[in-house]
């Protein structure tokens, strides 16, 4: 069973970039799917990006295609999410999760079995 761990959250201004990070706690992202979602005040939970283990992908949602870019590395156990070009509209608490199967929609919340704690982004104007 792996945990994952987000690091790197904070404050960035309107066009900052920020990059986060996620680790594989108790185990290691091998032969795992790993996805970032981010959930806003009072919005439900979206999906961001994600990267296969398989090498498939990647995959972004419409609202951060061209802005942010998913990269996993597989020898370190990482999977980062560089944001640039930020918008307060990218404010949120970020997660990284992580699917044990392989699912064809990789963008629901329910293809992903194990979830971090989260890492909040705050952009301001």
């Known amino acids: 069973q792996v945990q994952p761990v987000e690091s790197g959250g904070g404050l960035a201004r309107t066009g900052g970039s920020l990059r986060l990070s996620c680790a594989a706690s108790?185990?290691?992202?091998?032969?795992?799917?790993v996805g970032w979602f981010r959930q806003a005040l009072g919005k439900e939970r979206e999906f961001v990006a994600a990267?296969?283990?398989?090498?498939?992908?990647?995959y972004y949602s419409d609202s951060v295609k061209g802005r942010f870019t998913i990269d996993r590395d597989n020898a370190k156990n990482l999977v980062k999410l560089q944001m640039n070009n930020l918008s307060p509209e990218d404010t949120a608490v970020y997660y990284c999760?992580?699917?044990?199967?392989?699912?064809?929609?990789?963008?629901?919340?329910?293809?992903?079995?194990?979830w971090g704690q989260g890492t909040q982004v705050t952009v301001s104007s």
């Open positions: 999760a992580a699917a044990r199967s392989y699912a064809l929609v990789i963008s629901t919340t329910t293809a992903y079995d194990y």
């Open positions: 108790g185990g290691s992202f091998e032969k795992y799917d």
């Open positions: 990267a296969r283990w398989s090498g498939g992908g990647p």
